[in-house]
């Protein structure tokens, strides 16, 4: 098989750091393809059969069906409890250290070599079906990516980062997960939690800037910001072909942005991946005013130097 042919966007970070709104406008972006969350997509989609952001039951998305079809010869011909144990034993924070070295150990390396092979199937299929070249995976987690980096594939990743505190105050939040049924809810954090979450997954993808993948940084709030600009840096990065009609379903100005969304086949993720039309671009920042004070301070400290590396502090912390 030949990885010329496909390249792959792949956004990481910390959760709830905005990575489904990028996704999902990089994904209306001409010759790309958003598949949403792929770490995701062997439990959430094949096995338990959840919706796809088009709003079908994942087993009977076309799209997917015909991604199966051309990866594997169909989703039958896969097990993803095999999938589920390959990750436990190289896609885990814990081996980012192992990963990070010039070589693998030889232990990893043969479950390496077979995990990442059904991720760079799917996105050679991806690629193929939809007729874009580049695919974007929001798994997010940096363990993902460096075990993807090991391949030899266009690989680039985006650090999507946003305020920790806005993170922490997210994961606080309960958050309906309508692809699952009614009581549903996505996982919550304590403040603690989130913020040593937030250093790691941050931390680990200024490590893998550190080597030959490529890695851009992006924060959030320059996105939500100024979406035009931010998609031109993004595309610039990803080796994109973008002219002004291309960017066509963005706009307003600085008292408020907009971009109208089509539908996305998205196999897991934030719920927002179900959100389609025009939708408002502001930036969230609830927090400021219903984070409680003794939350705020506890993040602030434990990520601080981090904090401030990104431009989010002044000298007093605050
Ligand atoms: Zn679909």
New binding site residues.
Partial sequence: MTFGDFRVVYLGGMGRSGSTLAERLLGELPGVCAAGEVVHLWQRGVTDNER?????D?GC????SAVADAAFGGWSKIDPRRIADLRASVDRTRFIPQLARRSVPEAMRRDLAEYTDYYTRLYQAAARVSGCPTVVDSSKHASLAFCLSRRDIDLRVIQVVRDSRAVAYSWTTLVPRPEAGAGSYMTRYSPARAAAEWNTQNASLQLLARGKTPVLRVRYEDLVGGVKPTLRLISGFAGLTLDEPGLAFVGGGEHGQWAELGRA?TAAGNPMRFTTGKITIRADDRWQTAMPGSQRRTVTALTLPLLRHYGYTGRDGR
């Fill in positions: 796809c952001g088009c709003g079908t994942f998305c076309e799209f997917w086949h």
